[in-house]
T-cell receptor
């Protein structure tokens, strides 16, 4: 498996609290992505990065922000979590664009 | 942005039969079409991909076909086995922004 780790793997939080998910890679890949997976919706792109400090919005970016200050780390922040953001979040990396995505193990977030 | 639709949402076949999953995309500029397999509780993993300059690609029991004119592509699995049971996702991409279909849950009955 590609060197990609997500943390935390599981988190339960309350509505209105901030949450940050971290994606860390050891592959030195240029591209990094955050997807959310919900039943019936497949994988939906939240934000992606094409380089350090270079990010762009995906199809479901409202309520989420990202930062990439180093090649290896891509952070996803929910400024004020809502129940609709309960989901499994996957980080992915890619060396080329477009190209094969290597996914992390996922982070299950529950917002009560 | 790109919109990818995938059918069927569920598919059940007998071991040894073939399975076909179909996807359509909206943006004619899309040029990369991968398929991912996700086993229960696991991460999605690439099983095959095709680029827009190719009409068909095979890898052992799996194949993908692309019809650029109609903007659809399909995954074909022959001689299905129980270990093929999983959720399969198609995707389409122009450059950095890769969009996925909603997934097909394939069940192979022994």
């Amino acid at each position: 498996d590609a060197g990609i780790t997500q943390s935390p793997r599981h988190k339960v939080t309350e509505t209105g609290t901030p949450v940050t998910l971290r994606c860390h890679q050891t592959e030195n890949h240029r591209y990094m992505y955050w997807y959310r997976q919900d039943p019936g919706h497949g994988l939906r792109l939240i934000h992606y990065s094409y380089g350090v400090k270079d990010t762009d919005k995906g199809e479901v970016s409202d309520g989420y922000s990202v930062s990439r200050s180093k090649t290896e780390d891509f952070l996803l922040t929910l400024e004020s979590a809502t129940s609709s953001q309960t989901s499994v979040y996957f980080c992915a990396i890619s060396a080329t664009s477009p190209g094969e995505l290597f996914f992390g193990e996922g982070s299950r977030l529950t917002v009560l | 942005g790109e919109n990818v639709e995938q059918h069927p949402s569920t598919l059940s076949v007998q071991e040894g039969d073939s399975a076909v999953i179909k996807c359509t995309y909206s943006d004619s500029a899309s040029n990369y079409f991968p398929w991912y397999k996700q086993e229960l509780g696991k991460r999605p993993q690439l099983i095959i991909d095709i680029r827009s300059n190719v009409g068909e690609k095979k890898d052992q029991r799996i194949a993908v076909t692309l019809n650029k004119t109609a903007k659809h592509f399909s995954l074909h699995i022959t001689e299905t086995q129980p270990e093929d049971s999983a959720v399969y996702f198609c995707a389409a991409s122009i450059t950095d922004d890769m969009r996925f279909g909603a997934g097909t849950r394939l069940t192979v009955k022994p």
